[in-house]
């Protein structure tokens, strides 16, 4: 009875543990969506605008920063004439934990980086905006 009882207990343990580390493993890839979708929609702004400009910058600063990403490094063309290549260059690093094999917490920082180019579709005319 009382084997039982401890198997039970450390199966229980083990499966704790199994859980635990599925869940910190999945956490960064959810994180990673996050990044790339909004520096995804800076560069779509980007695309709109004929490139970066201080509002698109101050957008991905405040949506990166309000999803707990820190250290931000942004880099976009500023001016791209219909046809250019734009690219955007955003590099930022944000704090995971992760589970030890003693199953101990940890606590490290993982750096994300999003690199893109497009062509640019912006047209202005001698009439302005269209």
Known sequence: ???QVIILALSLVAMI???LQ???FA???FQRMTFDAICHRGLMQMDQSGGMT???QLFLENNLSQAGFQNLVI???RSVTLGDEMSLYVQGSL???SLTTGLQM???TRAFVYHNSILSRHLVTAAGMP
């Open 17 to 19: 543990g199994i859980s």
């Open 95 to 97: 704090a995971v934990r």
């Open 27 to 29: 956490v960064p890839i």
């Open 1 to 3: 009875m009382i084997a």
């Open 22 to 24: 599925g869940i910190l």
């Open 75 to 77: 880099h976009g063309d």
């Open 54 to 56: 201080d509002t698109i």
């Open 106 to 108: 940890t606590q490290e």
